[in-house]
């Protein structure tokens, strides 16, 4: 059945755009109510693909005519080898844009929400839970991922001209499993016991730290793509020299200055008697990521490292 997205509703900024809103208007749209109603993960991901990509209504809204050559040119758009009409070219720009976009539809509380959407996107990752989706992409994605193109991406961190790819997937890890563990299994996948990959160790560090740093609240979802543009971004001059660019964690200070603690958690210093640090270090990057225990209230632990109470569940979701 050939099925044309909801147009008539349109998410403002804030609330997960895959959430019980959406579903109810998808349904009354195609199948005239919730009885009957089968919404299937393509359909959820041509919907995060009009979220992400603006149409020619107003404020951006998608018509009947941009779904329709959504529907039929899909697989070349998803690939990049066709371009959106109404979008910037391929390339970190183009990546970091499509981020915004997405996050903007989501509120504090649906980080998770946020972190699958992009697995999905653009790391191929199924929806569902998390430990389950990513043993099906093991041995690599298990679904089309969006190609972003690599112009202006740092090229010590640019293995196959779809970095974004790499990111994502290392990203989704970092938020559910922990940048300890998420570093661990990129070391599996792409260090010298494998097909050692330079590039894409580099990355995958970078990527799996940032979504711890989300999943502890350090950063909030509208932050992701200034992190991640002051990680990846080619034009600026402070990578990888500085640590203050924040990708070369010898310290373990915050990502950026200007970024503080996005929840309103109380927090206390540990000392280092507390903490159980496990370092992973590469000579290239500099980077050192200090795991610290989990404890009942938020923390920061100073130069050692970071706990929150925001991990007490994480891989549950």
Known sequence: MFKLQSIKYTDPSGYDPLDSAWEKAFCNEHFGGMDGCTITDDDRRDRLFSVIFSGSGTGGSWTAGDWAFYQDQKEKLWKGTLSWLFDVPMGLDRFLSHLDRLASHYNPGEEAAFVKAVGNVWGGIPFGPSITSAIQVRRGPALPFLHEGDDNWIGALNDDGQPAHHYAGLFYAGFFFGADHAAAANWLRDGPISDNNPPDLHLGYVAGLQGDLLWGRFLSVSQVSTAARYALDARLTTWPESPSRGIIYSTGRSLMADVKPSNAQSYER?????????????????????RTRRVSTGTITGDIGYTTAAGKDRMSK
Request: aromatic share 24%; glycine share 10%.
């Open 270 to 290: 540990l000392s280092s008697s507390d903490l159980s640090v496990a370092g992973y270090y590469h000579s290239f990057l500099g980077l050192y990521f200090s």
